[in-house]
């Protein structure tokens, strides 16, 4: 069974707006990571923050975590059309942090 | 090799038929994931590896399916007796713990004729 969900499941924006996807999980983690994939390819790693960790960032990614309502979000900064993807979050357990879950994911279009 | 690998690409397989789907971690990766994808969802988790140790095969939906990795590298996900309902892109990834990054292969999509 699935750990997280993300929404919103779809999310269409103009290129150089922000997009900004949320993930909720069930159980304790070590772990939680934000995966991109394009259509009819693998998943590529993106980020990922650790439990006690509350915000990253990565060039125009920046993750924030919290744990106490066992959430997160993705923010993608002036966005581009490249950026056009799925984005998934995914757990893992907290008592086992090799064992990653992923949600059904969030579709990101942006238009040029 | 560079990345994971996964063959074949793209499977047809006729209901009733047997299809071997195989995964060729990055080399050193002690973790291996199958995961299996349908048509717009998030992929839902098959099994897990550490080294050949199948530590976790929760996932796996019916006993048609059987996974190995007998030398702790190479693993192969058989599907017996396929049927429609297993028509989907199986995914493998590897990871090195403890890092928990997963790197992914292209999948094989199967089609279920």
């Known amino acids: 069974s699935q750990q997280g969900e993300e929404d919103p499941q779809a999310l269409s924006i103009q290129e150089g707006e922000n997009a900004t996807m949320n993930c909720s999980y069930k159980?304790?983690?070590?772990?939680l990571q934000w995966y991109r994939q394009n259509s009819g390819r693998g998943l590529v790693h993106l980020i990922l923050i650790r439990s006690n960790e509350r915000e990253k960032h990565s060039g125009r990614l920046r993750v924030t975590l919290d744990t106490s309502k066992k959430s997160s979000s993705l923010l993608i900064t002036a966005s581009r059309a490249a950026d056009t993807a799925s984005y998934f979050c995914a757990t893992d357990f907290a008592y086992n942090n090799n064992d990653m879950r992923f949600g059904a994911g969030t579709r990101l279009t942006v238009k040029p | 090799g560079a990345g994971v690998s996964q063959s074949p690409r793209y499977k047809v397989a006729k209901r009733g038929q047997d299809v071997a789907l195989r995964c060729d971690p990055i080399?050193?990766?002690?973790?291996l994931f199958w995961y299996q994808q349908a048509l717009g969802q998030g992929p839902e988790f098959l099994t897990y590896?550490?080294?050949?140790?199948?530590?976790?095969k929760s996932g796996l939906p019916s006993d048609r399916f059987f996974a190995e990795r007998p030398e702790g590298s190479v693993s192969t996900l058989k599907i017996q007796r396929t049927q429609q309902e297993d028509s989907a892109v199986y995914l493998c990834?590897?990871?090195?713990?403890?890092?928990?990054?997963?790197?992914f292969g292209q999948g094989t999509r199967l089609t279920v004729v």
């Open positions: 080399s050193g990766h002690v973790s």
């Open positions: 590896f550490q080294n050949e140790a199948q530590l976790d």
């Open positions: 159980t304790s983690i070590n772990n």
């Open positions: 990834a590897s990871s090195l713990p403890p890092a928990p990054e997963a790197f």
